[in-house]
């Protein structure tokens, strides 16, 4: 099992640029969310799909950032267009069942770096 | 709304030395409790977790047992090693999905 990817595992950009990051959930798993992580603010879930559709946006920042999961194997997260407060980690995470209980898996991350 | 506190950092210690790390949450219903650890460069992975009063998580000679009482979920490891270097996340979920994460707590260990 080759765990969560996320691709690519580093972008440096310049503002106003579009970004596109992808993630490969573990093959099974129905849940997915991404995670921002700043020192600021620490880690904050962006959104969440279930069963490949969007549940949770609540956390999305702002319009110039939009996920789809367009299949169960295959997300992605844009931002456009990234401003320099965009710099984070940004986390893809899987799990079995949306409950409660449930261990959440999560990917290497995404460093993103807007100039 | 649930909100988890925690033992803020750094903290360093010394090879074979205890570790304590608080954690104290407030939630609705009745939550399950999860600690997890971030290795440098790399993702949030499940140490440990209980997901009911009195349950005791345990893993890799860590220890956690979920206080209702206290609403605490302390994390404790009786020898630390240089390996166990990493961020410590405490978090907990209630009635939905959603993980709430304390701030992190950075763990060195110095040989």
């Known amino acids: 099992d080759a765990g969560v990817i996320q691709s690519p595992r580093h972008e440096v950009t310049e503002m106003g640029q579009e970004v596109t990051l992808r993630c490969k959930p573990i093959s099974g798993h129905n849940s997915l969310f991404w995670y921002r992580q700043t020192m600021m603010r620490g880690l904050e879930l962006l959104i969440y799909f279930n069963n490949n559709v969007p549940i949770d946006d609540s956390g999305m920042p702002e319009d110039r950032f939009s996920a789809k999961m367009p299949n169960a194997s295959f997300s992605t997260l844009k931002i456009q267009p990234s401003e320099p407060r965009d710099s984070a980690v940004y986390f893809c995470?899987?799990?079995?069942?949306?409950?409660?209980?449930?261990?959440?898996?999560f990917g290497p991350g995404t460093r993103l770096t807007v100039l | 709304g649930n909100s988890v506190t925690q033992m803020e950092g750094p903290v360093t210690l010394s090879e074979e030395a205890f570790l304590t790390i608080n954690c104290t949450y407030t939630?609705?219903?009745?939550?399950?409790l999860f600690w997890y650890v971030q290795y440098p460069g790399e993702g949030l992975q499940l140490l440990l977790k209980a997901t009911k009063a009195d349950d005791k998580g345990s893993n890799k000679g860590f220890e956690a047992t979920y206080r209702k009482e206290t609403t605490s979920f302390h994390l404790e490891k009786g020898s630390v090693q240089v390996s166990d270097s990493a961020v410590y996340f405490c978090?907990?979920?209630?009635?939905?999905?959603?993980?709430?994460f304390g701030a992190g707590t950075t763990v060195t260990v110095r040989a």
């Open positions: 995470a899987g799990g079995s069942g949306g409950l409660s209980t449930d261990t959440q898996y």
């Open positions: 978090a907990l979920s209630s009635y939905d999905y959603k993980l709430s």
């Open positions: 939630a609705t219903g009745y939550p399950s």
